[in-house]
């Protein structure tokens, strides 16, 4: 199954401060998807081992796009509550898009990338 969008966005996000390399283009992105020009108030949750690892909900209205990125690197690197992300976090951690619309909530989560088999064969 391929990988939404907005979560691949999420994804990107915290890849560009793990590789140190700035590699969206929000203009781009707004033109093939005009959705992300909305504002739209947004959690990102990050879960490893289905236990949260961080979280943010922008609290300015400001584009999707903006709040999907700037969210994501925040629970990433700058919840309070955690040490930031390692690189191998990154690749164990699921992580969860709440979209508050005017047609009601919308939940997405995206499974990490590696998948953990010590866990289920104990």
């Not at 289905?50 to 903006?66: A, C, K, M, P, Q």
């Not at 191998?88 to 990490?112: R, W």
Request: proline letters at 3%; hydrophobic letters at 35%; a negative charge.
């Amino acid at each position: 199954m391929s990988r939404s969008v907005l979560l691949q966005l999420a994804r990107d996000s915290i890849e560009e401060v793990i590789e140190a390399k700035n590699t969206i283009n929000m203009q781009e992105l707004t033109t093939k998807h005009p959705l992300l020009s909305e504002p739209i108030q947004t959690t990102v949750n990050l879960y490893i081992d289905h236990e949260l690892r961080g979280n943010y909900t922008n609290e300015i209205e400001d584009s999707l796009v903006r709040n999907i990125l700037i969210g994501a690197k925040r629970a990433a690197f700058e919840d309070t509550n955690f040490s930031p992300l390692t690189t191998s976090e990154y690749l164990n951690c699921e992580v969860e898009l709440i979209l508050q619309t005017q047609d009601g909530v919308i939940s997405e989560k995206d499974p990490a990338i590696l998948k953990d088999d010590s866990t289920s064969q104990q």
